[in-house]
């Protein structure tokens, strides 16, 4: 269709497949109205408003392999809120709307919806899906582009219902209605839709733009995989029990300048900490083991190191005492693998008395310290999600209401 608006004369032409009522010139927004009596055409003039919109009429753009064309666009506002209202067509006849408000995106169909809205339901359904009453208003047409098969001057009234990322929108013009389904489309897929990347820059969380995380599968995802953790470490170590490695007693007096070298251990299964005991009969004195572990297969080593002390006396009339002649400490996440220890005892060189230190090593059962940690971190992630999507959904009611 070709029109040549009464205005500025500019020709526009799109292929519609619909009688057009009302046409808005692109370039100086006069709005010309089709009179139903002798089907001439007039012409009236909007207070026009700026709007950085994303697109503009005679636009092509691809959703769901189908081509459709940019051949309608209404900019409104209420409450000091504008958006854009894009009208598209595919080659077919079939019409396809795009919603833009704030650099966020809505792709709505028109749909069938028996149900009244008139008194502003708190909720209804909608294909078995619950949404909530978000609002309902009469916006403020701000100018116009391009064909429409309706009055766009008609005042309307917007009820709007969401269960985000969905939205089901009302247009009511005396008692008719018209019923909109819609759902928070990405950027990402806006661009690519268009063919472009000169789209509006988001300034604020989009009408039904969803939480980063939806919640409730965030639960069943990480409550399964909790569950397969615990799973499979039973039954990977089902069977596991201690194995002690070395128990030796070491003479300090043969190993004053020379590292004990403990007889080769093979470890198998998963990981799990290897336990190693020291004990000497220190009096009012110390002693320290220094331990390596070195693995045989990569030649990589773990060192540790430990203190045995122990004092006791009587100061002020009462006995005292600390420390201990034993001691215990874990060298934790030892993989399976081919092993062998090297120790250097010491003990303090004006302690007469003491003359051996006890060593012993056991690679014990995995623990459930870092399976209870994933856990704990998951069910933590989880609660600060939560408590953040409530915080955006309150932010979202709270903008609008």
């Known amino acids: 269709m070709d029109f040549s608006c009464l205005e500025c004369s500019t020709v526009t032409h799109l292929d519609i497949h619909f009688e057009a009522v009302c046409f808005s010139c692109p370039n100086c927004k006069t709005i010309h109205l089709k009179n139903e009596s002798d089907q001439s055409w007039y012409r009236e003039h909007l207070k026009v408003e700026s709007y950085n919109n994303s697109f503009s009429v005679g636009q092509k753009a691809t959703f769901n392999e189908i081509e459709y064309t940019i051949i309608g666009l209404l900019i409104k506002k209420y409450d000091g809120v504008k958006w854009a209202e894009y009208t598209l067509q595919s080659d077919q006849g079939n019409f396809l709307y795009v919603s833009?408000?704030?650099?966020?995106?809505?792709?709505?169909?028109?749909?069938?919806?028996?149900?009244?809205?008139?008194?502003?339901?708190?909720?209804?359904?909608?294909?078995?899906?619950?949404?909530?009453?978000?609002?309902?208003?009469?916006?403020q047409l701000v100018s116009a582009e391009g064909f429409f098969d309706f009055n766009v001057r008609k005042k309307i009234e917007l009820i709007e219902y969401i269960n985000?990322?969905?939205?089901?929108?009302?247009?009511?013009?005396?008692?008719?209605?018209?019923?909109?389904?819609?759902?928070?489309?990405?950027?990402?897929?806006?661009?690519?839709?268009?063919?472009?990347?000169?789209?509006?820059?988001?300034?604020?969380?989009?009408?039904?733009?969803?939480?980063i995380f939806n919640i409730k599968n965030l639960i069943i995802t990480?409550?399964?995989?909790?569950?397969?953790?615990?799973?499979?470490?039973?039954?990977?170590?089902?069977?596991?029990?201690?194995?002690?490695?070395?128990?030796?007693?070491?003479?300090?007096?043969n190993y004053t300048n020379k590292e004990y070298i403990s007889p080769s251990f093979e470890l198998v299964g998963s990981s799990a900490p290897l336990e190693i005991s020291v004990f000497s009969p220190v009096d009012n004195s110390w002693a320290n083991v220094q331990v390596a572990l070195i693995n045989e297969n990569t030649n990589e080593e773990i060192y540790a190191s430990k203190d045995v002390e122990y004092y006791h006396g009587y100061t002020d009339g009462e006995n005292w005492n600390e420390g201990s002649t034993g001691e215990e400490f874990n060298i934790c996440g030892v993989k399976a693998g081919k092993y062998h220890l090297a120790i250097t005892p010491l003990k303090a060189p004006e302690d007469f008395s003491n003359s051996i230190v006890t060593v012993t090593a056991s690679w014990n059962k995995p623990s459930f310290r870092n399976v209870f940690m994933v856990i704990l971190f998951m069910a933590i992630f989880v609660g600060i999600m939560f408590f953040l999507s409530r915080r955006y959904e309150n932010k979202r009611w709270g903008n609008y209401e």
């Open 164 to 211: 985000p990322p969905y939205l089901l929108s009302f247009e009511r013009f005396d008692k008719e209605q018209t019923a909109f389904f819609g759902k928070h489309i990405s950027r990402s897929k806006i661009k690519k839709a268009f063919n472009t990347n000169d789209i509006p820059p988001k300034t604020e969380s989009g009408l039904v733009q969803p939480f």
């Open 222 to 253: 990480f409550s399964s995989i909790a569950i397969l953790i615990l799973i499979s470490h039973w039954f990977l170590n089902k069977d596991r029990t201690p194995k002690e490695v070395l128990n030796v007693s070491l003479p300090f007096e």
């Open 100 to 139: 833009e408000a704030n650099g966020n995106f809505i792709l709505l169909e028109q749909v069938e919806f028996s149900g009244k809205v008139g008194n502003h339901p708190l909720s209804l359904t909608y294909s078995d899906m619950t949404l909530d009453r978000f609002d309902y208003y009469y916006p």
